[in-house]
Each structure stands twice: as C-alpha cells, then as structure tokens.
C-alpha cells in the first residue's frame, strides 16, 4: 500500500471513527435539574421570545445567533473536485465550521442544499436570515455564485460572504502585494496571467485591480482558452477583463515574459517550461486544491529567483482563504456589521500583509519545524497556525466596519477586545499543539518495546510523519512486517530489531543488569536471559544512549513493565519514589493530577518530594504550576489524617520551595473556584487564578478522579507521564488508543530534549 492510499485510509478513518463526521452541537447553559429544563425550554423560554418580540435586536441577547454563520453550499465547486453535489460537499463544509471554531470561535451551521438554480438558493438563504449572525457562501461555482451573492448582499442585513470569491482574493492580494516588493515589481506594472475565470479568479482580479494592477496588462484564461473579445459564449462579469489582444491564444504563449501567474483552476495546467519562460523574478501562485496548477518541487526547481505559493499546508507560502474568513467574520460580528465591504476587505488585506513583516513567534516556528521564519521568499504570508491573525485581522476589520458606517455595535475598548479575542482561542487542546511543536524542534529516538501490535505501529507512523520521533520497533521482525503489510502501515526507513534473537549489544546489557542486580538475586545466565525481553532491551537501550525514550505497557500490567526500567535504569540521584501524573486537558485549559499512578498511601514526606518532581515537569511544559493539596477540609475545617498529612505537607512544601505556589489543604472546588477561595480563605497563597496542579493524598482518590474526568467530563487524558526514573520511559495504560499513545510519544519527546 503506498503513502496516497495509506492517507486516503486515514483521512477516512478520521471522518468515520466514533461519532461520525467532525462537528457536533453542544449546550452552553447547564441543564442538569429540572429548573434549568424549565428555563432553558417551556416555560421559561417564552419569556425571551416575548422581549425579542417586543424589540428584535435582543435576539442577539437571548440567542445564539451574534455567534454563529451558516456555512452554505450547493456543491457545484467543491475544491477543484468540480460539481460533485451537495451532499458530498458536506465534510468540506464540517471542515469549514471546524476551522471557524478552533481559529475565531465562531460556530458553525452547515447547510448543504438541492438548489440549482439562483432563485431558488436566494430564497432558501434569505428565509435564514432570522437564525444567523452571517453567511459564508462556499464552492458555489461561477457564474451563478456572482449573482447569488449580490442578491443576497442587497436583500439580506446581515453579512454574506463568498469565500472563494473574497476571503481568497483577500489573502491573495496580501501574498502579491508582498511578494511584489521582495521581487522588486511595481503593482502598476506586473504582467500578470490568470488561469481560471470562476469564482475565485474573478473576485481576485477584481480587488487586484482596486490595488493598482492594470487591466491591459492582464489575461485571462478559462476552459475554452483565452478570454478575448472575440468569445461569444463570455458573460458581462468575464467580458469585462476580456483582452482585445489578436497575437495570443494559449497558456504558454501568455507565460511568456510575465511577472506574475494566478492559478485557482485545475491541476497541472502549467509546465516547467512555461515558469522559465517567464519575466525575471517570477511570481506563482498555483493555488488550486488539493493540487496545483504546477506542483510546488516542479516549479521552485525550475528557476532560482522565483517566489512560489500553493494552497497546501505541506509546502512554504501556504496561500488559502483560512487565513482570513475566521477573522473577518469574526470582526464582522463583533460589531455587528451589515455587510463586509470593500474597506473591511482592504482592511484585511493590509493587517495580513502587514503582520507577515513582524517577527516571527517561536510557537510558529516550532510548529513548522523551521528556524529562521522572517519576510522573504519562503514566508510571503502569515502561518494560519499564528495566533496573532485573531487580533490583528478581527480587529482591523472591526474598526473598518465602523468607520464605514456598517457596524450596529461600536467597539471602545480595543485592549478588552483583544484580550477577549485570546479568550476566545481557549486553551484545552492548545498545550498538546505546543508541546507537539516543542517535540518536533528536536526528534528524538524513541524505541518501542511492543511494536507487534497495529496500535503501536500506527502511532509510530504518525510521529514519525509528524517530524516528532524516529522510531525503533522492538518484536519478532516477520510479525511485524506482517502487521505493517496488513494495514498498509509504511515507514520508509526503519531500525526492527528482535531481542529474542540476541544482538551484538545484548551481552553488554546483560553485564549492566547483572552488575546493577547481583546483590538482589540476579545470576549473569539470569540477566542474559532477562535481556531478551523487550522490556529490558528497551530500557537497556535508554540507558546506553542507542534511543532516547522507552514506550511500552500497552499489553501488560504496569507494574511489570516498570519493573525492567527500574531495575536497569534506577531513579534520579536523590528521588526515592517515582511518581505519576495525568495532564486532562480541559475546557479551561490543561490540569495537572498526581500521583494517580504509583504510590497507593504516601507520607507528608513522600509527598513533598512527588510535588517537587511535578512542579518541575511542569515547568519544562512552559507552565507555571499552581499546587493545591486536596483533602476534604480547608485549612483545617476538619480534623482527620488525611486533612493533617496534607496540611504538614503543604507547610514543608513551602518551607523547602519558597517559591513554589502552593497551598493546601482544600477541597478540590476550592482549587478550581478562584472567587470561592479568595471569598472564603483570602489568604491563601493562591489568590486570584485557579490551581492547575492537584495532589491527591492517596492513590486511590487520584485514580478515582482523573478516571471519573476523562468518563463524565469527557476530558482528554494525557498520561501517565512517569516522574522520577533517570531516563524517560514511559508505561502505557493498557488498551490507550492510538491518539493516546502518540501524545505519551510526544510527552516523551520532550521528555528526552
Ligand atoms: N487556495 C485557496 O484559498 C483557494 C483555492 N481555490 C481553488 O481554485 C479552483 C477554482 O475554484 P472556484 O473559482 O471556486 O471554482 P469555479 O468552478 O468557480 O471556477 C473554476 C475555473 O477554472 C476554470 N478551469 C477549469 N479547468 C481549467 C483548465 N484546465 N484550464 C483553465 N481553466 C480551467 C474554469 O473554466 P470554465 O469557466 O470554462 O469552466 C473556471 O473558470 C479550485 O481548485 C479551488 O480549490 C478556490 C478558492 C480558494
Ligand atoms: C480553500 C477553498 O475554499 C477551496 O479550495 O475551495
Ligand atoms: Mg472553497
């Protein structure tokens, strides 16, 4: 199986597994008791109904719409897949809600709809107006997406958007105004060829020209070829930009001599012959999806002084409209616009532009494993990961919106609008995407002890793509090509190595355990034999240098895969217990739970050192920890040895770690409700912000808890990050899913930098 049909695998999986699709609607008022059920519905509701009734602005106020855009195709341009239909438009719009949610916090309505002809899209969006907050047309092929969207842009008071048509042009014009200027090209004077004429292309033409491109100075090309005067069959939108021009008819003639090429038509229309006839420093944009008019390694190698941008993710100068609809819906409904208008649009343009000339935040530059991103040819355009197009692009379209007499709401404090735009971004799954980016900075090699198992091979094959580790497989070598052959898993290189067989290490690391155990019952003939356990050759292996971390425990208990690491890679100097701790990733940002894995009644001493060990894990995640020691009395309201072990340990945390913030002992709702702390216990050394660090008194209430998160608060686990042993290794829950193992390989990644 090669690599395309092992994505096409995945990529379906990902769309089917669990509930199938990727969005889902999810209630943002409690409905536990039957007062909130009375509230939330009959009769409570009628009451929110009434004052909208009496004065219909409040719709903002009592519902959801200032919130949320429909996402609304009839599936006649779908990617470049052409007219594929509605219903196979769906996972790309579920895509587009998606992005609008994790990078704007917008949500998102899908609608996929029968409409074939104009009138009846107009008539179905229209009858929608009451619902949403805006409306992003998308992949509505041209020319009828040209009038729908005027129709609805005159009928509607609400903003509607193409976003083929204007977030693309958007987000190309900031590319080309960019890569003008490192090229040396004047806007005014670019000869600049376009193939496609639909819906992006003419949008695009249209802002270039308001930015200074010259009508003469541009072609134009379609299915049928050029888009000349001479065409019959062109509508007045196409007849505009029609060339009068005799002397070309084809792509390649047009190619000759031109600063500039604009693709969003279909793949592969463009040759390397035609990029090098191009004027010096060249510009391509071959921006048709999934793949380009030219491929991106095909064109960069063609010619040295050429700037090059794709729509994919996978390539430099990813140019796509994700840079921008997030954004300016976003800023559109914050003040509430009527519509996005040409000076919201230039306004984008600009912020987009501009923001790609600041430096770059090192989070990005992880993210993207590269070392050096600054404005220049490979960096033409902000990353969409950057979180800083939240707040430079909302609230530039914001403020236009409002000096062009479109905004309801005016915006007065823009420093509380730009810290609300970071709220927005949340933070639960935002420390995984760090710490991924952190792993990919500096791979490591991690050496997996069970790698005949699919879930173990799968996960390795993710980060190993990821950039995030170099995996070494430890097993029966012919099982696990088997396993690998089954699923279509490839690696391309890859070091499997059987313990069982013995290699030329094996009696090195058998003279190691041997040396370490000798004095607690293991014989030489013992650890040789020990050795060829995959267990021991794994740790063996951390210990010696020949990888960087251990993962292991998905098939057996936990404590007899701890135990070969232990006894051939012992503890930190100085740590008389290991320790384990979970990081739930919830929905106000990670918290970390310990010991939830080890220790089943540690002392107030063990517990100092458990806590020292987690607050400097924590520390190397870039967080700063916030300890509270849980028991189930606050400061003393109740006597008992769980309360007072907690209570002395809290007293010789602070006495060893003066710098440490900690307190204890509390009640775990005293820990995550800042105001109930302060309120009732003010001084209390954590004031103001909640813990984000647990210590629980035993392992029972640890486990208890963070099992009854992950159950009923359905909060990611991340875990058990192991504490304590002198070099990473880390123990699986038995049966953790596949996405489970690969955030322990990152963890352990990071680990081992
Ligand atoms: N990177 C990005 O952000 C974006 C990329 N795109 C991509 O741009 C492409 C077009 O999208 P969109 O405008 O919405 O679709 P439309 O269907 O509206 O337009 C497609 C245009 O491409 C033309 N075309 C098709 N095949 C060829 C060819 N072989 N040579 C020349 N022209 C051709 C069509 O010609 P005719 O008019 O004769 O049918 C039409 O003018 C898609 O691949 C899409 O994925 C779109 C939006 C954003
Ligand atoms: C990116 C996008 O909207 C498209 O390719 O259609
Ligand atoms: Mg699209």
């Known amino acids: 199986m090669n690599k395309a049909t092992n994505r096409k695998q995945d990529a379906l999986a990902y769309h089917a597994d669990g509930r199938p699709g990727k969005i889902e609607v999810v209630p943002s008022k409690p409905t536990n008791s039957q007062r909130d059920l009375a509230l939330a519905y009959s009769p409570g509701v009628a009451e929110p109904c009434m004052e909208i009734y009496r004065n219909p602005d409040d719709v903002y106020k009592y ?29 790309v719009m579920e895509g587009k809600g998606l992005l609008f949610k994790i990078f704007a916090d917008i949500d998102v309505f899908d609608l996929e709809i029968n409409a074939t002809t104009a009138d009846e899209f107009v008539n179905v969006v229209k009858a929608l107006e009451p619902t949403f907050g805006g409306v992003n047309l998308e992949d509505i092929a041209a020319p009828m997406c040209f009038e729908i969207e005027r129709r609805l842009k005159e009928e509607m008071n609400i903003p509607v958007m193409h976003d ?67 065409r019959t069959d062109l509508d007045p939108m196409r007849m505009e930009f029609a060339t009068p ?41 071959a921006l048709a999806n999934p793949d380009p008019e030219i491929a991106y390694d095909l064109a960069i190698n063609s010619r040295k002084d050429i700037i090059m941008a794709t729509g994919r993710s996978d390539f430099p100068n990813q140019v796509n409209n994700v840079l921008g609809f997030p954004y300016i819906f976003r800023g559109a409904l914050d003040v509430r616009a009527t519509s996005i208008n040409e000076e919201m649009k230039l306004a984008a343009v600009r912020a987009i532009a501009e923001l790609t000339k600041l430096p770059v935040p090192e989070i990005v530059h992880l993210a993207y494993k590269a070392k050096n991103l600054k404005f220049g040819k490979d960096y033409i355009i902000p990353k969409p990961i950057d979180s800083r197009l939240i707040g ?53 090699r991690v050496v997996f002890a069970e790698a005949d198992n699919y879930k173990i091979l799968k996960a390795a094959q993710i980060v190993k793509d990821e950039g995030i580790a170099t995996p070494i497989l430890l097993g029966n070598v012919a099982k696990i090509q088997k396993i690998m052959l089954e699923h279509g898993i490839e690696f391309g290189e890859i070091e499997i190595i059987d313990p069982w067989q013995g290699t030329e290490e094996s009696d090195q690391y058998a003279a190691h355990l041997f040396q370490r155990r000798q004095r607690r019952g293991i014989t030489l003939y ?107 009395s606050n400061f003393g309201s109740n006597t008992g040895s769980v309360p007072d072990k907690m ?71 991340v875990g058990p990050i192991l504490l304590g042993l002198n070099k990473p290794v880390h123990v699986l829950q038995m049966d953790s899913s596949v996405r489970e193992i690969v955030n322990m390989i990152t963890i352990a990644v990071v680990d081992a930098q």
């Open 63 to 91: 519902t959801a719409k200032g919130n949320l855009v429909a996402v609304i195709s009839n599936g006649t341009a779908v990617l470049g897949l052409g007219n594929i239909g509605p219903a196979a438009s769906k996972p």
């Open 164 to 230: 083929d048509q204007h977030g693309t042009a958007i987000i190309t014009s900031a590319a080309l105004l960019n890569a003008c200027e490192l090229q040396h090209k004047k806007i005014e004077k670019i000869k600049l060829v376009v193939s496609g004429a639909g819906a992006a292309a003419v949008s695009c033409i249209k802002l270039y020209l308001k930015l200074g491109v010259k009508k003469e100075n541009m072609l134009v090309f379609d299915k049928d070829g050029i888009v000349n005067i001479d």
């Open 245 to 285: 021009r005799k002397d070309i008819s084809t792509l390649a003639e047009a190619m000759k001599g031109a600063d500039v090429f604009l693709g969003l038509s279909a793949a592969n229309v463009v040759s390397v012959e035609m990029v090098q006839s191009m004027a010096k420093n060249p510009i391509v944009f």
């Open 392 to 444: 430079i692009v909302s609230t530039a379209v914001a403020k236009a919106a409002m000096e062009s007499g479109v905004a309801r709401k005016h915006i007065t404090d823009w420093n509380a609008y730009q810290e609300e735009l970071q709220v927005r971004l949340g933070a639960d799954d935002k420390i995984l995407r760090n710490l991924a980016s952190k792993a990919k900075s500096a791979p490591k």
């Open 526 to 632: 013992e650890a040789k034999k020990l050795v060829r356990d995959r267990n021991y050759y794994g740790a063996s292996m951390v210990e010696f240098g020949q990888a960087d971390a251990l993962i292991s425990g998905l098939t057996k208990n936990y404590k007899s895969t701890l135990k070969p690491a232990l006894q051939v890679i012992g503890t930190k100097p100085g740590v008389k217990k290991i320790a384990g701790m979970y990081m739930m990733l919830t929905k106000k940002g990670p918290v970390f739970l310990g010991d939830t894995t080890v220790n089943p009644d540690p002392t107030a001493l063990d517990m100092v050192d458990i806590t020292g060990m987690i607050n400097e894990t924590i520390k190397e995640f870039n967080i700063t920890p916030r300890i509270a020691l849980l028991s189930y």
């Open 647 to 717: 209570r002395v340990a809290t007293a010789l945390l602070k006495e060893k770690y003066p710098d440490m913030i900690v307190d204890g002992e509390m009640q775990a709702n005293f820990a995550m409700n800042a105001e109930l702390l302060q309120s009732n216990y003010p001084f209390s050394s954590l004031k103001g912000v909640p813990a984000n660090t647990l210590i629980f008194p035993n392992l029972e209430s640890g486990n208890v808890a963070y099992k009854l998160l992950q159950e009923l608060g359905n909060v990611e686990a």
